[in-house]
């Protein structure tokens, strides 16, 4: 139930909504006014400015130029799967070139 009080007016916690006299509210960090059983400090750690790391590294070289790479032309003796005589890529299993 509301009383008078001199120069108080009624007002609601933003929080828990019960009805409390002016001077009794205070204001949080969030900005909402709220008794002193509501009121919360703001964490410490929300304070904290982090140093920000460096986004480049010490030292960096130019990038190469581009190697281009002549594809292999397959004949019947790279088609073989012998070592030593087949060509990568070219190679086929079991295949042997008749003479």
Same mark, same amino acid.
């Given at each position: 139930?509301?009383?008078? &009080?001199?120069? /108080?007016?009624?007002? +609601?916690?933003?929080? *828990?909504?019960?009805?409390?006299?002016?001077?009794? %509210? @205070? &204001?949080?960090? /969030?900005?909402?006014? +709220?008794?002193?059983? *509501?009121?919360?400090?703001?964490?410490?750690?929300? %304070? @904290? &400015?982090?140093?920000?790391?460096?986004?480049?590294?010490?030292?960096?070289?130019?990038?190469?130029?581009?190697?281009?790479?002549v594809?292999?032309?397959?004949?019947?003796?790279?088609?073989?799967?012998?070592?030593?005589?087949?060509?990568?890529?070219?190679?086929?299993?079991?295949?042997v070139?008749?003479?």
């Amino acid at each position: 139930m509301p009383t008078f &009080k001199m120069g /108080q007016y009624n007002a +609601v916690c933003d929080r *828990c909504g019960l009805e409390f006299k002016s001077s009794e %509210l @205070i &204001k949080d960090w /969030q900005g909402l006014m +709220v008794d002193a059983k *509501c009121y919360e400090q703001r964490h410490p750690q929300d %304070l @904290i &400015k982090i140093k920000p790391e460096k986004a480049i590294p010490e030292w960096v070289r130019p990038r190469p130029a581009d190697v281009y790479v002549v594809p292999v032309q397959c004949t019947l003796q790279g088609n073989q799967g012998v070592a030593g005589v087949g060509v990568a890529g070219c190679m086929r299993v079991a295949f042997v070139t008749p003479y």
